[in-house]
């Protein structure tokens, strides 16, 4: 399978505790964007890698979240001190960049890290 | 701030025609998405249509935009029962993308 994968599906922690999902795009996708969704919701934006650098981020990513993506590839999200707030689906997206052959509109999401902060 | 926004439940009988709506509020989004989302799954992309377009057709999938009014329809010809899902709407700003809160689509035998 060549689509957006996602580790782990589930998590279930302690408020209090840190979590870090990852996300793998698909492999000649260079941008990469995290969002989340709570039930009975759309997802919302809470930011964008283009390869390695994060070009935007949500006011929603409080201080406690942080995103990487070290080499323009994979990319992690850590939620540092969760919150029972915080119990979500976290859903990865990818999609090519400015400057390749197909549209850089078109995202691909994961199936998404369910979160669930008790 | 941008806002989409949609229905929240349709019911159709199998092999009628469904008709989805959307409005947003900010016109300079270049791009307008329709997502589907089945149960413990991730949105898959069903079409996308250009902000100076009126109509796309894609299969059972026709979408009309009304740039004047910022409304955005998605008609699903042919209704199957494995079209029951939840449809959300999406527009771009730049690489910030907006969603809905989904239309929850039944599909009635």
């Known amino acids: 399978d060549t689509g957006v994968s996602q580790d782990p599906r589930h998590k279930i922690t302690k408020r209090g505790q840190n979590v870090t999902f990852r996300c793998d795009p698909i492999?000649?996708?260079?941008?990469l964007y995290w969002y989340r969704q709570t039930l009975g919701q759309g997802p919302e934006f809470l930011t964008y890698?283009?390869?390695?650098?994060?070009?935007?981020k949500s006011r929603l990513l409080s201080d406690r979240f942080s995103a990487e993506r070290p080499k323009g590839s994979f990319s992690t999200l850590e939620i540092q001190r969760t919150e029972q707030g915080d119990s979500a689906m976290y859903l990865c997206?990818?999609?090519?960049?400015?400057?390749?052959?197909?549209?850089?509109?078109?995202?691909?999401f994961g199936p998404g890290t369910r979160l669930t902060v008790t | 701030g941008e806002d989409v926004e949609q229905s929240l439940f349709l019911s159709v009988r199998e092999g009628d025609s469904s008709v989805i709506n959307c409005t947003y509020t900010?016109?300079?989004?270049?791009?307008l998405y329709w997502y589907k989302q089945e149960p413990g799954a991730g949105l898959q992309l069903l079409t996308y249509?250009?902000?100076?377009?009126d109509m796309k057709q894609d299969q059972r999938l026709t979408v009309l935009l009304n740039k004047k009014d910022k409304h955005l329809s998605l008609r699903i010809a042919d209704t199957q029962t494995g079209d029951s899902a939840i449809y959300f709407c999406?527009?771009?700003?730049?690489?910030?993308?907006?969603f809905g809160p989904g239309t929850r689509l039944s599909v009635l035998p």
């Open positions: 900010d016109s300079s989004s270049t791009y």
């Open positions: 890698f283009q390869n390695e650098a994060q070009l935007e």
């Open positions: 999406a527009a771009n700003y730049g690489q910030n993308f907006v």
């Open positions: 492999s000649e996708h260079n941008r």
């Open positions: 997206a990818s999609s090519l960049g400015p400057g390749t052959s197909g549209s850089p509109y078109e995202q691909y």
């Open positions: 249509i250009f902000s100076n377009m």
